[in-house]
């Protein structure tokens, strides 16, 4: 087994397992309690990982939104918020998004060898670009730059393709108390061959009522 970060995936959808809507303004699934967790999620967090497609839609900054943790993290010697990671397979990213331009911390780009060159040339000194051939280089290279605990936020391709190759060993999932109904809605997960399967079920560790939303927590069980 090639070393890696301890993986969590956390995700917040409908019960319809919507992750968003069609709408052009992002669908929120949670409320401030849980995003209180969250936040408490990334400063645990060595690094958060989205999809270029999530850059793209929701431009998110990735941030730890409490100072308090914020000062704990610095006083442990870390940086105030987690290195941000993000994974491109055509090298489709500006440079101007939040990931690139909030947060004094280090943000790593992986793509195939074929886009490093150009994306290295249109990102400049906002990102280190790194060329990988899949999920398990990419991992390698973060444990290798001293990533314990990677935490991944999506969106549904990423979930897919990291819980298909069997390298999640935990699941944060937030059921919001209604449904979005549209066929063409993102979800939390594509079709796709998983191993967490009625064969080899998932451990439930926990579950825990957030207002209307309910959180369950999964142990996948390390084997990738």
């Not at 990419?138 to 990423?158: A, N, Q």
């Amino acid at each position: 087994m090639q070393p890696r970060p301890y993986v969590l995936l956390s995700v917040a959808a409908s019960l319809d397992g919507c992750i968003d809507d069609t709408s052009a303004t992002r669908l929120v699934l949670s409320d401030e309690d849980d995003f209180d967790r969250v936040d408490a999620e990334r400063a645990a967090a060595d690094a958060i990982l989205v999809g270029a497609g999530t850059i793209r839609a929701d431009n998110p900054r990735l941030l730890v939104r409490s100072a308090a943790r914020r000062e704990a993290r610095v006083a442990a010697g870390r940086s105030a918020s987690p290195v941000k990671v993000t994974f491109t397979r055509t090298g489709s990213l500006d440079p101007s998004s939040n990931f690139f331009t909030t947060g004094d911390v280090e943000k790593l780009v992986y793509a195939p060898d074929s886009v490093v060159a150009e994306l290295s040339a249109s990102l400049g000194p906002a990102a280190t670009v790194v060329g990988v051939s899949g999920l398990s280089s990419l991992l390698e290279d973060l444990h290798s730059r001293g990533v314990g605990r990677l935490m991944v936020e999506g969106g549904g391709h990423i979930h897919t393709q990291f819980l298909a190759a069997d390298v999640v060993d935990e699941i944060h999932l937030v059921y919001a108390p209604f449904f979005v109904g549209e066929a063409e809605a993102p979800r939390f997960v594509h079709p796709a061959v998983f191993p967490q399967s009625p064969a080899r079920p998932m451990t439930l560790s926990e579950v825990r009522r957030i207002g209307d939303l309910v959180l369950l927590k999964y142990l996948v069980g390390r084997h990738g």
